[in-house]
């Protein structure tokens, strides 16, 4: 999953790191004698005896290559970066954001982000100069991420039966993603029934129905063309009957501007009540599937979104930009054609998978 930008982000934390070295080794042109106590220890491993008074024996004034006061030096130090320090780094981490699908206005905003960390501020570098960048962009790719949603920790807190509707354009895994979200809420203990609300694509209700049979879902269903409102009211019905804790409601891939299939979806939420709103794209779709979410989201409102087939998608930039964009949490990611293929959304583990290591 988003092996392209993954890789393309460590050749930019080599750069930053470089640079910041080089910011760090120019600002070190200063006597031996700064050198702190003990730094030479770090370097060779073992201690030397501090030095009687100010005075540092000719020997050891030639020692210090540049190499080594970045290692040692510069870990101890505070180190003031400007603008022209991480300039060229900056601009290549914009340019690889864009070129992996990362919305415009969130590369802004995590170039933003990195800018106002380093540029002009005091920073201890620490273990690694590495460490400093990875931090810095990890805290720049959570701010844009956000929370992300606990959908089991959600419905424990909401009233019987939580009510979710799908929504998205066609094609792009909405059926498959009401059956993985089935299986995954059954696994963690839930109760469920789904609604074969997409009565217009033929097969569609035999397709969510094989679906459920297999996963052991009971299925509401009208025929083929019946109204959708009436079958998602059904569904909740028998939710309420059946004492189930959640309906998944399966409908009719639409896009946000054909205005028949928008008043049917209208109908449907004044019918069915939904306490969630599910927008589902394919996250392959890029920057496409953000500026439908945005669109979609504008016109009917959206509580989430499900971002399919991340398996397939080396980029993620639909991944980093849509919570962003829309203002809405990825509930899941799609990685795969299973059942089990579903990974719910949090932004630290997305962010370690990007970076290595632990948010
Ligand atoms: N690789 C991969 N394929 C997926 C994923 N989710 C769904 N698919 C596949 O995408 C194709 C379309 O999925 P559907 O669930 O039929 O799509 P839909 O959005 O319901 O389609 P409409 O009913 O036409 O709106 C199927 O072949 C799925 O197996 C995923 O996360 N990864």
Same mark, same amino acid.
């Given at each position: ?25 120019? %600002?070190? +042109?200063? /006597? &031996?004698?700064? #050198?702190?106590? @003990? ?7 073992? =201690?030397? !005896? ?106 424990? %807190?909401? +009233?019987? /039966? &939580?009510?979710? #509707?799908?929504? @998205? ?7 498959? =993603?009401? !059956? ?180």
């Amino acid at each position: 999953m988003f092996d392209s930008l993954k890789k393309k982000l460590q050749n930019i934390r080599t750069k930053f790191a470089s640079n910041i070295e080089e910011a760090a080794g120019a %600002e070190l +042109e200063q /006597p &031996v004698t700064e #050198l702190p106590e @003990g730094a030479e220890a770090v370097e060779s491993g073992v =201690t030397p !005896a501090p030095p009687v008074s100010g005075e540092v024996p000719e020997k050891e004034r030639e020692k210090p290559t540049f190499f080594k006061k970045v290692k040692v030096l510069v870990q101890e130090r505070e180190v003031l970066l400007r603008e022209k320090d991480i300039e060229e780094p900056l601009f290549e981490l914009e340019m690889v954001l864009l070129e992996n699908d990362v919305a415009l206005p969130v590369t802004d905003e995590i170039i933003g982000r990195m800018r106002k960390d380093l540029v002009g501020q005091q920073r201890k570098i620490g273990s690694s100069v590495d460490d400093l960048v990875a931090s810095t962009l990890r805290s720049a790719l959570c701010g844009v991420l956000g929370e992300g949603l606990d959908l089991s920790h959600y419905i424990r %807190e909401h +009233e019987r /039966p &939580v009510k979710i #509707l799908f929504t @998205g354009v066609n094609g792009t895994g909405k059926t498959t =993603t009401v !059956a993985k979200v089935g299986h995954y809420l059954q696994k963690n203990g839930f109760t469920v029934v789904i609604g074969a609300g997409d009565t217009f694509r033929a097969g569609a209700i035999e397709q969510i129905r094989t679906h459920a049979d297999r996963l052991g879902i009971k299925t509401i269903q009208h025929q083929a063309g019946a109204d959708p409102s009436a079958v998602l009211f059904d569904a909740v019905q028998y939710a309420k009957a059946h004492d189930i804790d959640v309906v998944l409601a399966d409908t009719a891939g639409r896009f946000h501007n054909r205005a028949n299939l928008m008043n049917q979806l209208d109908k449907i939420r004044r019918v069915m009540k939904p306490d969630l709103v599910v927008y589902v794209d394919e996250a392959v779709a890029g920057n496409d599937a953000v500026i439908r979410a945005d669109e979609f989201n504008k016109a009917v409102g959206t509580d989430a979104v499900v971002l399919t087939k991340a398996d397939m998608d080396p980029k993620g930039g639909a991944a980093i930009s849509v919570a962003h964009t829309v203002g809405k949490p990825i509930l899941f990611l799609g990685t795969g054609q299973g059942y089990d293929d579903i990974m719910p959304f949090q932004p630290r583990a997305v962010v370690n998978e990007l970076l290595g290591g632990e948010a």
